[in-house]
């Protein structure tokens, strides 16, 4: 119970058997409790944000839920999209709420944390003195976003989302299919960070947009077909779609990827003065400050927060006899 509202033993069933996957074999009890232990928690906190966006009128809207559904269910059939919720264990209604969850903790990160923080002039010159090495470029860098499509399936028990919509291709013809469809919703004019974080299928770049970061022009020539198509495009080009294969001279693919060149920066000394390198040093700044108030945000929250874990209760009692 988090301040007189349950969170029931079902919901956590459905996240616990989401998380196994297609896996046959059932862990261990006191692993298996273990895991729906964090679930619980998980669940918790996220109960404690999601009163307090409704006490602030901050939860997404019926039509912002549907637009979100849309976008997910926009590479595939309804027949393939059928499918995929089959094969995450998913009910539409149970899509839904994940969607409505997720953007109602977005606008209220944004309203109570993301619009409150306020990186000042001083505090990127003093990142700049304290990390003026790093500004120093030994030879070209190429900064680049991309989007990655794998034909292998999710792999079982997966913990975290691979990307806003959780949305995976579990095959060849799947990743195929995907990328394509992608790669003409970008070419009609779509944005390639915001297809990026909802349908690109490399986690670590997802969450940022598909933002690579800066990648050093000796890393991108052992790839000599990926470099010679990389090195044809001006700021704000993408390429065509890549097939990176499993292995040399492999026709089989290890993963279809688009590449956008975002900017390309000559080797040298990068000023303080230079736009690009107060950029970067604003959104370093502003991401390390998010994460740290939002974390610190959570706990003020349960802080305030009446919370009864019946089911922690319950694996003491049995485990303390």
Do not use: W
Request: charge should be negative; proline fraction near 4%.
């Amino acid at each position: 119970m988090v301040n007189g509202k349950p969170i029931m033993r079902a919901d956590v069933e459905t996240v616990y058997r989401s998380n196994l996957g297609d896996s046959k074999q059932e862990p261990p009890k006191d692993q298996a409790d273990n895991v729906r232990l964090n679930i619980v928690r998980e669940q918790i906190d996220e109960e404690i944000v999601d009163q307090r966006a409704a006490k602030l009128n901050l939860t997404a809207s019926d039509d912002e839920v549907e637009t979100k559904l849309a976008e997910f269910k926009a590479p595939y059939t309804q027949e393939e999209f059928d499918q995929k919720l089959k094969s995450q264990h998913l009910t539409l209604d149970e899509l839904k709420k994940e969607i409505r969850k997720n953007r109602t903790q977005e606008k209220l990160f944004n309203k109570e944390i993301n619009s409150k923080i306020n990186i000042t002039d001083a505090n990127i010159t003093n990142y700049y003195n304290a990390h003026k090495a790093d500004f120093n470029l030994v030879e070209p860098r190429y900064h680049l976003a991309q989007i990655v499509v794998t034909p292998q399936p999710a792999q079982q028990g997966q913990q975290q989302p691979i990307n806003m919509q959780n949305s995976k291709a579990g095959s060849d013809a799947d990743a195929k299919k995907k990328i394509d469809v992608l790669h003409g919703r970008l070419e009609s004019g779509e944005d390639f960070s915001t297809l990026a974080a909802n349908f690109s299928e490399d986690p670590n770049t997802s969450t940022n947009g598909g933002d690579m970061g800066g990648i050093q022009e000796s890393v991108l020539r052992r790839q000599p077909e990926v470099f010679q198509v990389i090195d044809k495009l001006k700021a704000g080009q993408m390429t065509p779609v890549m097939t990176i294969p499993d292995a040399p001279g492999s026709k089989r693919a290890a993963y279809y990827v688009i590449f956008k060149l975002i900017d390309r920066e000559a080797a040298g000394q990068r000023e303080l003065n230079d736009p690009r390198v107060q950029q970067t040093i604003r959104a370093e700044l502003r991401q390390e400050r998010s994460q740290l108030l939002k974390n610190a945000y959570i706990e003020m929250l349960r802080d305030q927060a009446h919370v009864e874990n019946y089911f922690a209760e319950e694996i003491f009692k049995n485990g303390a006899q």
